[in-house]
Nanobody, 126 residues
Framework: QVQLVESGGGLVQAGGSLRLSCAAS????????MGWFRQAPGKEREFAAA????????YYADSVKGRFTISRDNAKNTVYLQMNSLKPEDTATYYC???????????????????WGQGTQVTVSS
């Protein structure tokens, strides 16, 4: 069982930056692939970024590529999402997710993830 707790959300002006953190419980964190998803009011939850267990491979939605960076520190059981050049359309609740190793792993699908955090709100003002 893995528990995920997100933090770091808040209100920021367009063009600003935020760093989200997701702290995970469990001794096998380093074996899990991790993802960040987001959900705006009235919209479906969508993929933002993901990272393999080793950190060697990262994946991004086109909408955030070049602006967001996902990273992980397995020693701290934490995954991060550095968000730069934020836009009003980035406003959403951001969720951290974890998945046990599986093949195939469809990184952008919510169904590929086994555990979810409670979410942290990010609001970008224009």
């Amino acid at each position: 069982q893995v528990q995920l707790v997100e933090s770091g959300g808040g209100l920021v002006q367009a063009g600003g930056s935020l760093r989200l953190s997701c702290a995970a419980s469990g001794r096998t964190f380093s074996s899990y692939a991790m993802g960040w998803f987001r959900q705006a009011p009235g919209k479906e939850r969508e993929f933002a970024a993901a990272i393999r267990w080793s950190g060697s491979n990262t994946y991004y939605a086109d909408s955030v590529k070049g602006r967001f960076t996902i990273s992980r520190d397995n020693a701290k059981n934490t995954v991060y999402l550095q968000m730069n050049s934020l836009k009003p359309e980035d406003t959403a609740t951001y969720y951290c997710a974890a998945t046990r190793p599986k093949n195939p792993w469809v990184v952008f699908s919510t169904r590929s993830y086994d555990y979810w955090g409670q979410g942290t709100q990010v609001t970008v003002s224009s």
